[in-house]
């Protein structure tokens, strides 16, 4: 059996779910409340790596697959510059245009709200990436080494 | 006109793009650093004029100085953002061909960030924005130098990871206290306040902050791990590494002790500083048998140059201080490239493996010699009227003193010619044992390199055609006032 034990692995399909709403709720009120698009990005990206802890690559790849998470990567910055770029129509780049909506509502200080998500995006399968990056090197350089100690 | 925070956001955003692009087509991907690099020598070309007669302040998120950040595009970041387009492009030119193993697309993408990490820091006038991008550039350049995933490769990279991370960790500390000092961190607004505060803390911010910058921009002692990265990356890694990275973390050095702390006293230290790390580059590329360390050991030995002559801090100086960085750039990029195809060609960096390649690949031989030429500082070259703006500048003053350091300077200048001389020697007079076919790089790797050959010769020839640049340059250093007045206006 890949990953941890029983008791881990139905904890951990238990909390992943409520991980990532928190980990959305952080985001979305990042401008109302303490926490943010980096905040948030890497407590989703917690959940993920939970369940890369306790099932094993393949299930967690099932969910977040490389590809799909370097996709999020990307597409992260590129939506935090084009979103930065729209400001550059009212004269300063980065400067906040969108609407400012009423205050203390979910809808409001303009562009805060789709910075946070780009950057929930960003950061969120980054810390996925690097994290998988470091358990397959890992694995890896062991196999290297015992396969130098054989030789 | 163009707006100059297009220099950082069009190369970062086609940074992010190559990974999406390398999904399609791997082969496609690899000329994204090429567009971007062009596009960033074109906006910087056109934004030169207006730039020189009144530098151009950027505000960003349009609050106003000194509460947004903002970029400062005057003669001092035109002229490096110019230098790291033009060496950027060219080197990515050359890396269509030779980057073609491994995981190509992050090489791609981390070169790009690289250079943006590079135009970031030079345009930048914003201490912790410089942090930031000074990061960008040193991260990135950590893993390529692992590039190839060798012993070697991993093994010096590891090593410039913990000292670049030192010296980050120095820099933010001494960034945090310049905070607590002022309350501030743009430059212009630090400036101002610089003058009145209290003297031991600011020092000690001074000294951090230094000392942090000072092991990117390879100042003696804390170089030691330069000739290890510089060796074990690509060459068109190291190529980028001597003629980018360097020099940017010595333009940090230099805009924070001439513009943030207004240091004269500073200077004198740097002068000797210089000095010793030319001395000590010199002598060690002199004792070296492997051609990319010899190569990187001539980069520390030439930022020594290039800090003795700007802590002069005279207005000829300092020109003569930038022309040798100008000529620095484009020869040690080219030595690094044509050293790259010879290397791949003999299989070994022994230079004593390099027997033979003057008539085996003549044209990048010529290439090399070339280079190596202009470095030591013959004329029609571009090294050679560099070195002679340097040593007339420091001349100009009079003193014995650095008369003196001048003598020492024109040592470390013998020593070099020595061992240049010595792999030309190798190169076209010495026959090699083993094959003797034409083997060239391949022609698109000649063209960046011959377009370098080129820009060494013009600039040699007419050395007017950047000194009103570098002229401009140098009194942006000089006259604090007037980028603190421009800033805060």
Redesign the interface.
């Known amino acids: 059996m890949k990953g941890m034990t029983l008791i881990v692995k139905t904890i951990t399909d238990f909390v992943v779910g409520f991980i990532v709403v928190f980990g959305a709720y952080i985001v979305l009120y990042g401008h109302l409340t303490p926490g943010g698009g980096f905040a948030g990005g890497v407590i989703i990206a917690c959940a993920f790596i939970l369940l890369m802890l306790a099932h094993g690559k393949d299930v967690a790849y099932s969910k977040l697959s490389e590809?799909a998470a370097?996709?999020l990567?990307?597409?992260g910055?590129?939506a935090f510059?084009?979103i930065?770029?729209f400001?550059?129509t009212?004269?300063?780049?980065?400067?906040?245009t969108f609407g400012r909506g009423e205050a203390f509502r979910l809808l409001s200080s303009g562009m805060i709200l789709p910075l946070n998500i780009a950057i929930a995006f960003k950061v969120g399968s980054s810390l996925f990436l690097v994290f998988s990056a470091l358990a397959v090197f890992r694995r890896r350089s062991f196999r290297a080494m015992i396969e130098d100690e054989l030789a | 006109m163009v707006?100059p925070?297009l220099l950082i956001?069009i190369p970062?955003?086609l940074a992010?793009?190559v990974?999406?692009i390398g999904?399609v087509s791997k082969r496609f991907a690899r000329f994204v650093p090429v567009v971007a690099c062009l596009f960033n020598l074109v906006v910087s070309v056109q934004l030169l004029p207006a730039v020189l007669s009144k530098p151009i302040v950027?505000?960003?998120?349009?609050f106003g100085a000194p509460f947004s950040i903002n970029l400062f595009v005057g003669p001092v970041g035109i002229l490096f953002s110019l230098l790291i387009a033009l060496a950027g492009f060219v080197v990515s030119l050359y890396a269509l061909a030779y980057i073609d193993k491994g995981p190509t697309t992050r090489y791609h993408t981390l070169y790009l960030l690289l250079l943006v990490g590079a135009t970031g820091v030079v345009l930048t006038g914003d201490v912790f924005n410089l942090f930031v991008f000074f990061e960008i550039l040193c991260i990135s350049s950590y893993v390529l130098v692992a590039y190839r995933g060798d012993k070697d490769g991993v093994e010096s990279a590891v090593k410039y990871l913990i000292q670049g991370a030192l010296g980050s960790a120095l820099l933010l500390t001494g960034i945090g206290l310049l905070y607590g000092l002022f309350g501030t961190l743009n430059m212009a607004h630090i400036a101002v306040q610089a003058g009145s505060a209290d003297p031991i803390p600011l020092f000690v911010a001074m000294a951090l902050i230094v000392v942090g910058l000072g092991v990117e921009a390879a100042i003696f002692p804390l170089n030691a791990w330069l000739p290890d990265a510089h060796s074990s990356a690509p060459s068109s890694i190291s190529a980028i590494l001597s003629g980018i990275a360097i020099e940017v973390g010595l333009y940090a050095v230099v805009r924070m002790v001439f513009t943030v702390f207004g240091a004269s006293s500073m200077l004198s230290f740097l002068m000797f500083l210089g000095v010793l790390t030319l001395l000590v580059g010199e002598l060690c590329a002199f004792a070296q048998s492997n051609i990319k360390r010899m190569l990187a050991y001539s980069s520390i030995g030439q930022i020594g140059l290039i800090i003795f002559a700007i802590a002069i801090a005279t207005s000829g100086s300092i020109t003569g201080g930038f022309f040798q960085l100008v000529s620095h750039t484009l020869s040690k990029a080219l030595l690094f490239l044509a050293a790259g195809y010879m290397i791949y060609r003999s299989g070994s960096m022994d230079i004593s493996s390099l027997e033979g390649m003057g008539k085996r690949m003549p044209l990048t031989a010529f290439a090399f010699a070339v280079g190596a030429f202009s470095l030591v500082g013959l004329p029609p070259f571009a090294g050679f009227p560099s070195k002679l703006l340097i040593i007339r500048g420091a001349l100009a003053d009079g003193g014995a003193l650095l008369a003196l350091l001048v003598g020492l300077v024109l040592l470390g200048t013998v020593i070099e010619g020595a061992y240049f001389f010595r792999v030309i020697q190798t190169v076209f007079f010495k026959k090699g044992d083993g094959e003797t076919a034409r083997c060239e790089a391949p022609a698109i790797a000649l063209v960046s390199m011959f377009v370098l050959v080129a820009l060494i010769i013009v600039i040699g020839v007419y050395p007017s055609l950047i000194i009103g640049v570098l002229n401009s340059a140098a009194s942006e250093l000089l006259v604090r006032a007037d980028y603190i007045g421009r800033v805060l206006g």
């Not at chain 1, 009212?90 to 906040?96: D, E, P, R, S, V």
């Not at chain 2, 950027?58 to 349009?62: I, K, N, P, R, S």
């Open positions: 590809k370097h996709v990567d990307s597409a910055a590129l510059l084009l930065g770029w400001g550059v009212a004269g300063f780049f980065f400067m906040n | 707006s925070v956001v970062l955003g992010f793009c990974p999406l999904m950027v505000d960003l998120g349009g």
